[in-house]
């Protein structure tokens, strides 16, 4: 059981839970904007697509850990869900071992999103993705 709110210090929050089992206390930690995510745990790559989403700004702003032989890939889809030609999988910039809390993604170098109204699938080996902005 939680035995306390949420501790707050340099851009992380703390957890205090006690076991009442074995009568320990232990402390667990996340950033902040970093408490809930989308991963995949196995061997093989995970894939996902996203609804309809609208976006405000003309990029995609990642928070996402990606390990070291892991990699995001982003292909993007306009409202009919058609693959929007220089913004499929192949031609997106691949990330991989980074953490960052805002990564602008790219394809080909080129991070302007083509609509505003998007749908998007991504491809996920041994990375975390925290929020999409």
Not at 87 to 101: A, T
Request: charged content about 20%; proline content about 2%; aromatic content about 16%.
């Amino acid at each position: 059981m939680a035995t306390n709110k949420p501790y707050i210090h340099n851009n992380k929050m703390y957890f205090y839970f006690v076991n009442t089992e074995n009568k320990s206390m232990n402390i667990y930690s996340s950033k902040l904007d970093r408490f809930c995510y989308i991963s995949n745990k196995s061997d093989n790559e995970c894939t996902f697509q996203i609804k309809l989403t609208k976006f405000n700004e003309n990029k995609i702003k990642l928070n996402l850990k990606v390990n070291n032989n892991g990699y995001i890939l982003i292909q993007l889809c306009d409202k009919d869900n058609q693959i929007i030609p220089n913004y499929d999988f192949d031609s997106f910039d691949k990330i991989s071992n980074i953490d960052s809390l805002e990564y602008i993604v790219s394809w080909n170098n080129n991070s302007t999103l083509p609509y505003n109204e998007l749908i998007i699938s991504f491809k996920l080996y041994k990375a975390k993705l925290y929020t999409i902005n």
